[in-house]
């Protein structure tokens, strides 16, 4: 058993390390697109939410009235998706974290992180 831990790792344990980081980099970029599709629905929803309505002018030398409504519902939708888009990105800056950390050969991993 010892004389097989001081020979170097073993071909399992490469691997493992090898799909393991195809996995950290195959999650990063798909919590990245996801985060850039929930921004984009986020703008969207908040943009549907503020809405300008033109009036008559209620005042004398002025031409429009412009009455600003805020639909709640939406701007509270685009705060919880971009919210969730935010999670997102935090679990791609973790996932590279975690890539760096494991380096790029099972030899030059650190302690600690998928061990």
């Known amino acids: 058993m010892m004389g097989s831990m001081l020979a170097g790792p073993s071909s399992r344990a490469v691997k493992v ?3 393991l980081r195809a996995v950290l980099a195959l999650r990063t970029v798909l919590a990245v697109l996801g985060a850039a599709v929930l921004v984009a629905v986020a703008v969207g929803l908040a943009k549907e939410g503020i809405v300008d309505h033109s009036f008559p002018a209620f005042l004398p030398g ?3 009235t412009v009455i600003t409504s805020y639909s709640g ?3 509270a939708g685009a705060i919880g ?3 969730v888009a935010g999670l997102l ?3 791609a800056v973790t ?3 975690r890539r760096a950390l494991m380096g790029a050969s ?3 991993s650190h302690v600690g992180l998928g061990h």
């Open 95 to 97: 996932d590279i974290w």
């Open 89 to 91: 990105l935090v679990s």
């Open 73 to 75: 519902p939406l701007l």
């Open 17 to 19: 390390h090898r799909e």
């Open 81 to 83: 998706v971009g919210a």
């Open 62 to 64: 002025s031409t429009v």
């Open 106 to 108: 099972l030899a030059g």
